[in-house]
């Protein structure tokens, strides 16, 4: 078996990636996941203060595929009709006709998500998980690819409706953009100095080449000991005494799926243990449940649940074995 990933692949990943820089200034390592995310056909959830690049990433990758991209503002009033579409009567052709909603995208930012109310964040997860809306008992199917990118605010929590387990565990990752170095903040000044460059942005690739990259990252090989290595990842989230409720088996299969999705984007067709453990935090801390005692860390500063989370995950990475043999057959 070819153990690289073919030329055009990893060109055409190269060609969104360094697209995207020309407007986004120091985020290689989010874009990556993003594009680890649309070849999984996952969804992504954003958390970080306002003003950090989240709108502008979303749109610059959307445009380097030449996707369709929408933005909802969640709010208080939103209803998930607003979300889904509606059925309305249509009097010149007598009978009701079905009016899509922002959902019938290809990449829908859902922004600060968690204003909405938990009526309206449910009507997302059959859309997210079967790719499907479903008005008056009659099924839509949505435009591949589809993939949610929801933003959040850590900071405020007035008026806000925390996200529920059951929703967090379908979103295949978890990220931050966070702010930039004095470096970064300056090629940002100098960048957007006399004018925005998302609006003269091309697109570099097609949906359907990203359509076979999906297809691609489907036959990237996993070795047993990967198996297992994930596994006991996974199992000891279970097992942890830190946690209250451990990874599913629906983040066993993301897990994996990421990490074949990361091996192709950087050029093999078989994983690694380092694709693994690139992905542990981002795939996997948001899933858990910790309890509160583990609020704080053992220098007494304040943790959030997703950085007790993610201090948890760092550890169990540490514990378990790491396999050594040849990954690539």
Do not use: W
């Amino acid at each position: 078996m070819d153990n690289q990933a073919t030329a055009a692949d990893t060109t055409v990943c190269s060609r969104i990636i360094n697209n995207v820089n020309q407007v986004i200034v120091g985020k290689d390592k989010q874009i990556e996941l993003l594009m680890v995310a649309l070849l999984v056909g996952g969804h992504v959830l954003l958390e970080d203060v306002p003003g950090t690049g989240k709108t502008k990433t979303a749109r610059a990758l959307a445009q380097s595929l030449k996707l369709d991209f929408k933005r909802v503002q969640f709010t208080i009033d939103l209803l998930p009709s607003d979300l889904t579409g509606i059925n309305y009567y249509d009097r010149s052709a007598e009978k009701f006709v079905f009016r899509p909603g922002p959902l019938f995208t290809n990449i829908l930012l859902a922004d600060e998500i968690n204003r909405a109310t938990a009526r309206t964040q449910s009507s997302l997860l059959e859309c997210m998980e079967e790719k499907q809306v479903t008005v008056d008992g009659q099924t839509h199917v949505l435009p591949p690819p589809f993939l949610v990118i929801a933003t959040q605010n850590p900071i405020e929590s007035q008026g806000t409706f925390p996200l529920p387990e059951a929703q967090l565990d379908r979103f295949l990752m978890q990220l931050s953009m966070n702010y930039p170095t004095h470096e970064e903040s300056i090629a940002i000044l100098k960048r957007f100095a006399t004018d925005d460059p998302l609006t003269t942005l091309s697109s570099v690739a097609s949906p359907e080449e990203l359509l076979a990259m999906q297809q691609e990252a489907k036959q990237v090989f996993v070795a047993d000991a990967l198996y297992e290595y994930a596994t006991a990842i996974v199992e000891e989230t279970r097992n942890h005494l830190q946690v209250r409720v451990g990874a599913s088996p629906r983040a066993l299969l993301a897990y994996v799926s990421a990490a074949k999705a990361l091996a192709l984007l950087r050029g093999r067709k078989f994983c690694t243990p380092d694709d693994f453990k690139r992905l542990s935090v981002p795939v996997l801390a948001h899933r858990l449940s910790v309890h509160a005692s583990a609020s704080f860390s053992s220098e007494g500063a304040f943790m959030s649940q997703h950085d007790m989370a993610a201090s948890v995950i760092k550890s169990i990475v540490d514990k378990v074995p790491c396999p050594t043999e040849d990954f690539s057959r």
